[in-house]
């Protein structure tokens, strides 16, 4: 069982930056894939980018070259990052990490089906 919360959203202006943490408690070093998602009003959650078991990234279109997904350990808990620059209005949404015990290959922003443990969502907003 995994436990993930979030960290690090806020208000910022565009072409701003925001680093956004999500720590992931109950990990015991199996295979773990993990991903950030995004859900503004009135649209479906949206794949953000995803880092598979060994640490290869995808990243949806909408967000290449300006947000980095990364992560790190220490004793029992990973840590997920985003790092999120030159925002824009648009990427005003409420963000949420996910995870699952998966030790698989994964090239490609795993759908939100993918995934069985999710953050509590912080928000960020980005004005013009």
């Known amino acids: 069982q995994l436990h993930l919360v979030e960290s690090g959203g806020g208000s910022v202006q565009a072409g701003g930056s925001l680093r956004l943490s999500c720590a992931v408690s109950g990990y015991t070093r199996r295979g773990v894939c993990m991903g950030w998602f995004r859900q503004a009003p009135g649209k479906e959650r949206e794949g953000v980018a995803t880092?598979?078991?060994?640490?290869?990234?995808?990243?949806a279109d909408s967000v290449k070259g300006r947000f980095t997904i990364s992560k790190d350990n220490a004793e029992n808990t990973l840590y997920l990052y985003l790092e999120m620059n030159s925002l824009k209005p648009e990427d005003t949404a409420t963000y949420y990490c996910?995870?699952?015990?998966?030790?698989?290959?994964?090239?490609?922003?795993?759908?939100?089906?993918?995934?069985?443990?999710w953050g509590q969502g912080t928000q960020v907003t980005v004005s013009s």
């Open positions: 996910a995870a699952d015990l998966d030790a698989s290959t994964v090239r490609y922003v795993r759908g939100p089906n993918g995934y069985g443990f």
């Open positions: 880092i598979d078991n060994d640490g290869w990234t995808s990243y």
